[in-house]
C-alpha cells in the first residue's frame, strides 16, 4: 500500500457521506457551505494580498501575510470536509486541519501582543488631519515658494533690466569714450597746429625787419614788441613791454594820437594808422608810421588785442620834409624869377618902344630933310635910308610881338618887310613872290637879314625893270650842312648890284652895306645875270642861345 | 552932327613925329588941321576943324592918353581915328579895340602903310 492509497484511501474507513446516509439534502448542504466557506476563505488573501501589495507602506505588513496563510489553511479545511464526503482521506484532512491550528495558533500568538503596536499606528483620520496640516503647510511653503519665485523672478527682471541698462550705458560711455578720444586727438592734432602757428607766427614777428607790437587794446600797454620796433626806438624788446605806447611817442604828437587811437577803439575808424613822431630812448624824436588793426573775440566781439606794424620812416620823413623845404625854395626861385621876367619883359617892351618911337622920329627927320631937297638923287637917298630903317622898326615890331620878346619867325617877317619895299617903289607893277622856311631868329640874326633883303629887293625895283614889269622873288631855304640860303632874284634885264647903267660912276651905300653884311654874317654870296639878276647867300643858320 | 572936312589931324606929343606925319600925309596931298600934343589939345583941335581922319598916338602928354582923345571925339565930332602906336601892349590894345579903330599902324610907319590906312578909313 502506497503513502498515497494510505491518504486518501485508508482501509477500512468509509467516505464520511456515507455516515450522512448519501442523504442528498444533508451531503447537499454540507458540500455547498463547504464550498461557500473555502470560496470565501480563498478569496480573502487574495484581497490581503492585493491590499498587502497596493499599500506596500503598511506597517506590520507581514501580519497580512500571516492572516493570509491561516484563511487560507482554514478554507482548504472546508475543501477537504467536501472531499471527505466522497473519499475517506481523513488523514489529509486531519493534517491540514492540524496546519491549520499550527498557522492559527502561531497567528493568534503573534497578534495579541502586536495589538498595542497596531493601536498606536495612527488613524486614518489622524492621518487625513496630519496629512491636512501637511497640506496646510505645503500650501504655505508652495506660497511661501510662490512669492520667493515670484520675488525671484522680480529679481531677475530686475537684473536684466540693470544688465540692459548697464549694457546700454556701457555702450554710450563706450561712444562716448570714442568721441572723447577723438576729441582728444583732435586737440591734440589742433594743439600740435597751433604749436606749429605759433612757432610760424613767433618767427615772422620776431625775425621781420619791420616794427610789430601787440597791444593791450583799452591801457594801450604793449604785451610784446619784435627786436625791429625796440631797436628802431633804442631798446630792447623786453624794455617795451608793460609800458604804454604813448610813453615812446613823441609829447607833442601824444594828445592827437591818443585821440585817433580812441576813435579807432569806438570803432568811429577802420584802422588805426598814424604817421607820428616816436620818443627814442636817446631823447630824439623818429619818425614812424604805424598801422594798427583790432582783434576782436569771435564770441563776444570785444576788442582782445590791438596788432600793430611800425615802420621807420624817419628817413624818408626826413627826406620828404628837406624835398619840401627844397620845393619851397625852389618855387620862391621861381617866383623871384617870374618877377624878374615879367620885369625884364616889361622894360624890353619899353626899350622896344622907344627904339620904334625914335626911329619913328629918325624917319620924320628924312622927310623933313627930303622935304628940303630939290636934288632927286639926293631925295632917293633919304627914300633909301628911310627903307632901312623902316626894316630896322619892323624887326622890333616882331620882337615885340613875340612871346619871350627875344625870337621871332622870320618868314612873315620877310614877307611883310619885302611887300613894303615894294609897294613903296614907283607906280610900277611888279609881283612879288615870297617863300621861306619857318626859322626863329633872334635880333643879332634878323637885323643884318632884313637889311640884306632890303638891299636886294631895293636893286631889283631899281634897276631890273624899266618897263615896270616884271616879279621879284625873296627865298629863304634850308641848304646843305646845317646852312641856309637866302636868294633874291628877279626876271628883268641883267643888273650889277646898285651900279646904274646910266650912272656907273662909283660903287653906291647898298654894294657896301650888302657886302659887310655878308661877312658879318660869315656867309658867302653869288651872283647870277641869266633871265634876269639872281643874289644867293649862304648863311650858317643862326643859333639862338 | 555936320559933315567932316577932309582934313586930317595929327596927335603926338613928339613934335618931330608929329611934324614928320604931317609932311607925309601933304605929300599924300592931303591937308592937315593941325597937330596936337595932348589929348585935351586933340579934342579941342577935332571939336574946331572937323577933321574926317585924326592920326593918333596912344601915350600922350598929360594924363589922358589917345585911347581917351579918340572917345571923346568919336561921340563929339565923330572922326575915323588911325592909332599909331610904338608899343602893342595887350592893355592897350584892348583899349584901342574897343573905341572902333580905323586901323593901328606901328612905328615906324611907312608911307605905304600910312597911304593904304588913310585911303581904307576914307572908304569907310
Not at chain 1, 479545511?77 to 464526503?85: C, E
Not at chain 1, 620834409?321 to 623871384?336: D, F, G, I, P, Y
Request: charged share 20%; proline share 4%.
Amino acid at each position: 500500500m502506497s503513502i498515497w492509497n494510505w491518504l486518501l484511501y485508508p482501509t477500512g474507513l468509509t467516505a464520511h457521506g456515507f455516515c450522512l446516509s448519501w442523504a442528498p439534502g444533508l451531503v447537499g448542504l454540507h458540500v455547498a457551505s463547504d464550498a461557500a466557506i473555502a470560496l470565501a476563505y480563498f478569496s480573502i488573501p487574495l484581497a490581503l494580498a492585493s491590499f498587502a501589495r497596493q499599500r506596500s507602506d503598511l506597517k506590520y505588513g507581514w501580519v497580512t501575510s500571516l492572516f493570509g496563510a491561516f484563511i487560507l489553511a482554514c478554507g482548504t479545511t472546508h475543501v477537504m470536509s467536501i472531499v471527505t464526503l466522497w473519499y475517506p482521506a481523513y488523514w489529509v484532512e486531519g493534517l491540514t486541519k492540524l496546519l491549520t491550528a499550527m498557522i492559527s495558533i502561531t497567528t493568534a500568538i503573534i497578534l495579541w501582543p502586536l495589538i498595542p503596536r497596531l493601536v498606536a499606528l495612527p488613524s486614518p483620520s489622524q492621518l487625513e488631519r496630519l496629512n491636512g496640516d501637511l497640506t496646510k503647510t505645503i500650501e504655505a511653503q508652495e506660497r511661501t515658494a510662490a512669492l520667493l519665485r515670484d520675488s525671484e523672478a522680480r529679481e531677475r527682471r530686475a537684473n536684466l533690466e540693470l544688465e540692459r541698462r548697464v549694457s546700454e550705458q556701457t555702450v554710450e560711455l563706450k561712444a562716448a569714450n570714442a568721441r572723447l578720444t577723438e576729441a582728444l586727438s583732435q586737440r591734440s592734432s589742433a594743439l600740435n597746429e597751433l604749436a606749429r602757428t605759433e612757432k610760424e607766427f613767433r618767427a615772422s614777428f620776431e625775425a621781420a625787419a619791420v616794427g610789430k607790437a601787440q597791444v593791450e587794446p583799452g591801457s594801450a600797454r604793449i604785451l610784446r614788441a619784435n627786436p625791429a620796433f625796440a631797436h628802431m626806438l633804442g631798446y630792447e624788446p623786453e624794455d617795451l613791454v608793460g609800458h604804454t605806447a604813448w610813453e615812446f611817442t613823441w609829447p607833442e604828437d601824444r594828445a592827437e594820437d591818443i585821440a585817433e587811437y580812441s576813435r579807432a577803439l569806438a570803432g568811429e575808424v577802420n584802422a588805426y594808422v598814424r604817421e607820428k613822431r616816436y620818443l627814442r630812448r636817446d631823447g630824439q624824436p623818429v619818425w614812424g608810421r604805424i598801422s594798427g588793426a583790432m582783434v576782436r573775440s569771435e564770441d563776444t566781439g570785444e576788442l582782445t588785442l590791438m596788432v600793430a606794424v611800425i615802420e621807420d620812416i624817419d628817413e624818408r620823413y626826413r627826406a620828404q620834409l628837406a624835398l619840401q623845404s627844397a620845393k619851397l625854395e625852389l618855387e620862391a626861385v621861381v617866383e623871384e624869377r617870374t618877377i624878374a621876367l615879367q620885369q625884364r619883359d616889361v622894360l624890353l617892351r619899353e626899350v622896344y618902344h622907344r627904339v620904334k618911337n625914335n626911329l619913328q622920329i629918325v624917319d620924320a627927320l628924312l622927310v623933313m630933310q627930303a622935304r628940303k631937297l630939290s636934288d632927286p638923287e639926293a631925295q632917293s637917298a633919304l627914300l633909301g635910308l628911310r627903307r632901312r630903317v623902316f626894316a630896322l622898326g619892323l624887326v622890333h615890331h616882331q620882337l615885340m610881338n613875340s612871346r619871350d620878346l627875344q625870337t621871332f619867325d622870320v618868314a612873315p617877317f620877310l614877307e611883310e618887310l619885302s611887300q613894303n619895299i615894294l609897294e613903296g617903289g614907283a607906280e610900277q607893277r611888279i609881283n612879288l613872290a615870297v617863300r621861306a622856311i619857318p626859322l626863329d631868329v633872334g635880333l643879332d640874326f634878323a637885323i643884318p637879314l632884313g637889311l640884306l633883303v632890303t638891299e636886294l629887293v631895293t636893286n631889283s625895283l631899281k634897276h631890273a625893270f624899266p618897263d615896270g614889269n616884271g616879279t621879284i622873288s625873296v627865298v629863304l631855304e634850308r641848304a646843305a650842312k646845317s646852312e641856309i640860303a637866302l636868294i633874291v632874284s628877279d626876271d628883268g634885264r641883267g643888273h650889277n648890284g646898285d651900279v646904274s647903267p646910266a650912272k656907273a660912276v662909283k660903287p653906291g651905300l647898298g654894294a657896301g652895306i650888302i657886302a659887310g653884311l655878308v661877312a658879318q654874317l660869315r656867309g658867302t654870296m653869288t651872283m647870277r645875270n641869266d633871265h634876269g639878276t639872281s643874289t644867293e647867300i649862304r648863311l650858317a643858320a643862326p643859333v639862338l642861345l | 552932327m555936320n559933315a567932316l572936312n577932309d582934313h586930317i589931324l595929327v596927335v603926338d606929343d613928339e613934335y618931330l613925329i608929329a611934324e614928320g606925319l604931317k609932311l607925309q600925309v601933304e605929300e599924300m596931298g592931303i591937308t592937315v588941321c593941325g597937330t596936337a600934343a595932348t589929348a585935351a589939345e586933340a579934342i579941342a583941335l577935332a571939336q574946331q576943324h572937323r577933321p574926317s581922319i585924326i592920326l593918333m598916338d596912344v601915350r600922350l602928354q598929360g594924363d589922358r592918353d589917345g585911347v581917351d582923345a579918340s572917345l571923346a571925339i568919336h561921340y563929339t565930332v565923330g572922326s575915323k581915328v588911325i592909332f599909331i602906336t610904338g608899343s602893342r601892349e595887350p592893355a592897350t590894345m584892348d583899349r584901342i579895340q574897343r573905341d572902333h579903330p580905323a586901323a593901328v599902324l606901328f612905328k615906324p610907319v611907312s608911307d605905304w602903310q600910312l597911304r593904304n590906312a588913310i585911303e581904307t578909313a576914307k572908304s569907310l
